[in-house]
């Protein structure tokens, strides 16, 4: 009887499961289903070589596309070092009971649950109005130069916003790193900060660059923290500097839907919009993805 009993539980348990898997990737699928119907037709090498044309209700996305992925490269060039070495600091430098490694913990949580769109005004006061204005007085511009919207305030104000991601996986990669490994380094003669560059590091770059994974997945897609750090409504031209606007896909994808003068009209280049922006998303988790999967093979034959 309790054997039958403890069946029918762990039945149960598995389908509930297997119930609640399914339904996400049923969702995932129907939204992707309904992206790719009403965009798939759209999609064009015109689409995505040219600028927007007839007040946005014709042409293409291009100066979007390539703002979205300059943006993108700049945030994980931002977050990446200074996420690392915090999370590495946290880890092996720190003592655990410290009064500064708590502060930056509860700094990091903190910012994991802060709204996008204070980032947006964050980035807006401190990096535009008191870094940028600094930057002009200092550098002796008469005119508005730094202290003005651009891709890499809104790149530092992304890499802001994903910082949290980054320091948590690292720190998760380095705990999982066995305490065999660092103890046979140190008894062979090894430094701490030795061990650290050639053993534990290469044993955490896989969870590391998981953590790359998941911050360009969350800053690829975030619309909030740009509004008001670079992102243009309509600009044709590509950013040519670092502090010039751009169009953003995510943004693009907010005015066609909002702002045409007729919905109807633009729907078609709403959803290849979308549909681009997800393909763009997934392309570059897919080039981290083999990153760290050939990373690991190399560790994995190392061992």
Same mark, same amino acid.
């Given at each position: ?38 965009g ?17 209700m ?9 703002? *979205?992925? +300059?943006?993108?490269? =700049?945030?994980?060039?931002? %977050?990446?070092?200074?996420?690392? #070495?915090? $999370? /590495?600091? @946290? ?28 980032f ?10 008191f ?18 919207p ?6 530092? *104000?992304? +890499?802001?916003?994903? =910082?949290?991601?980054?320091? %948590?996986?690292?720190?998760?990669? #380095?705990? $999982? /790193?066995? @305490? ?37 997945s ?21 950013p ?24 109807? $009209? ?5 959803y ?32």
């Amino acid at each position: 009887m309790k054997h039958a009993t403890r069946r029918v539980v762990g039945l149960s348990l598995v389908s509930l499961t297997g119930l609640a898997a399914f339904v996400i990737v049923a969702m995932l699928a129907l939204i992707l289903l309904d992206v790719v119907k009403g965009g798939a037709s759209h999609i064009s090498w015109k689409f995505l070589t040219e600028s927007p044309t007839d007040g946005m209700m014709g042409g293409g996305i291009f100066p979007a596309l390539f703002g *979205t992925a +300059a943006l993108t490269l =700049l945030m994980t060039l931002a %977050v990446m070092p200074v996420g690392v #070495l915090t $999370a /590495v600091y @946290l880890h092996e430098y720190a003592p655990p009971d410290g009064k500064l490694a708590r502060a930056v913990r509860v700094a990091v949580a903190n910012l994991a649950g802060v709204p996008s769109i204070v980032f947006g005004l964050f980035g807006l006061g401190f990096f535009i109005l008191f870094v940028g204005k600094g930057l002009d007085r200092a550098l002796g511009y008469e005119e508005l130069h730094w202290a003005q919207p651009g891709i890499l305030w809104a790149s530092l *104000t992304l +890499a802001v916003l994903t =910082l949290p991601v980054v320091i %948590v996986s690292t720190e998760e990669a #380095l705990r $999982a /790193v066995p @305490l065999d490994h660092r103890t046979a380094s140190l008894a062979l003669g090894a430094t701490q900060s030795q061990t650290l560059a050639r053993v534990v590091l290469p044993g955490a770059l896989p969870g590391i660059l998981t953590g790359a994974v998941l911050a360009i997945s969350r800053g690829a897609g975030e619309v909030a923290p740009i509004l008001f750090t670079g992102a243009a409504y309509f600009l044709p031209d590509l950013p040519s500097s670092l502090n010039s606007q751009f169009m953003h896909l995510g943004y693009h994808t907010y005015v066609l839907a909002t702002q045409s003068p007729d919905v109807e $009209a633009t729907r078609p280049l709403l959803y290849a919009t979308v549909m681009v922006l997800l393909l763009l998303t997934f392309a570059l988790n897919l080039v981290a993805v083999l990153i760290r999967t050939r990373t690991r093979r190399k560790a994995a034959s190392g061992h």
